[in-house]
């Protein structure tokens, strides 16, 4: 088996990388064009595989893209490049409608090239496998209420719009060329590797700085938190096994308020990392400072992941305590990483 994995050196595509490597047999191939969140850092055991290759190329370079279709000959493409930060969105959507649907499109038109040239058994076996997200659907109102793979689309903000645009787009190709497609949404993933700007990271290297922890609003925001290593297992378990044209949504049965995982971030942290200041313990709460609320900030996501669970087998094996648990202890086993980031030298690592 041959993967493509675009946007292999990002969060959630080098998770997706470090298992295949390290739990199947398959070839693997990163396109990745090493934009600010991409760190192949994050890459150093898996990249030393004589079954992993990489491609420091743009998803909106077409000619690129056929050669790269041509050279690695994949069965499955597994799509994560994407710009996916809400609040740059904001400040500067020009990005995402590149990245995320032009880039969607031209990646779409290279492998629906690419597959039209199989015999016929290899386009029965080949899949191009879109990640996306559980923003498409925008916030649900009751507090009971799940997403589901059926649930309208709303987008808030120019990312998930651009990212709600890609998944009709790839809809579209499945049923207008016949391109065998499967699609899965996400919730919020965390976990070792996590670019700063997130939340989760932000909020443990604010706080071993002794930096405010700021809150949008009252910090009552609901999501639905997943592990990224359950993520990337989920991942490959639909690539590998979905049915073509079906959408499977991954969720990690994990609903927190903001406020609370920035609180379970600081009890942790006084736990593992206490903070001293001149002989008296100090405790991180006191840093929490609450901030105006960005644009469009929707209320409350939560998935409903039945459908995979119950078709495909797959459930998250990290609850949010024991994640979160291993998530800060990484940050804190893994300073030289972060800091590179936080300097910008891995910047100045790459190809």
């Known amino acids: 088996m041959r993967i493509l994995v675009t946007g292999g050196a990002g969060f959630i595509g ?53 050669t790269i279709f041509t050279e690695f000959k994949p069965d499955i493409v597994m799509h994560l490049a994407a710009e996916s930060h809400v609040d740059r969105s904001i400040h500067g959507p020009g990005d995402f409608i590149q990245t995320n649907i032009v880039g969607t499109y031209q990646l779409l038109e290279a492998a629906r090239a690419y597959w039209a040239g199989l015999d016929a058994q290899q386009q029965a076996t080949f899949r191009f496998h879109h990640i996306s997200t559980d923003e498409v659907y925008g916030d649900l109102d009751g507090t009971d209420d799940l997403f589901t793979e059926t649930t309208p689309y709303s987008p808030s903000s120019p990312y998930s719009a651009s990212k709600a645009s890609s998944d009709h787009l790839v809809r579209a190709w499945n049923r207008t060329y016949g391109l065998p497609v499967v699609i899965t949404n996400c919730s919020n993933n965390y976990g070792p590797y996590h670019f700063p700007e997130k939340l989760i990271p932000h909020m443990i290297l604010s706080a071993l700085a002794h930096k405010p922890l700021p809150v949008y609003g009252n910090g009552l925001q609901i999501r639905d938190w997943l592990y990224v290593e359950d993520h990337a297992r989920a991942l490959v378990t639909v690539a590998t096994q979905g049915e073509v044209g079906e959408t499977y949504n991954i969720g990690g049965h994990n609903e927190k308020a903001n406020i609370d995982v920035v609180k379970q971030i600081c009890s942790l942290l006084d736990e593992l990392r206490p903070w001293v200041e001149n002989g008296e313990t100090k405790a991180y709460t006191d840093l929490i400072t609450f901030v105006t609320d960005r644009p469009g900030h929707d209320v409350r996501y939560a998935i409903d992941a039945a459908k995979i669970e119950r078709e495909l087998g797959w459930r998250p094996e ?24 936080l300097s910008g030298n891995y910047r100045l690592e790459r190809i």
């Not at 994640?323 to 990483?337: A, F, H, I």
């Open 14 to 66: 080098s998770a997706v990388i470090r298992y295949l490597i390290n739990d199947t047999t398959f070839h693997v191939a990163n396109l990745d064009k090493l934009t600010y969140a991409g760190n192949l850092a994050s890459l150093s055991d898996a990249s030393n595989s004589g079954r992993y290759s990489f491609y420091q190329n743009d998803i909106c370079d077409a000619k690129a893209l056929a």
């Open 318 to 341: 990290e609850t949010f305590e024991t994640g979160l648990r291993k998530t800060v202890q990484w940050y804190l086993d893994n300073e030289p990483w972060w800091q590179d980031v």
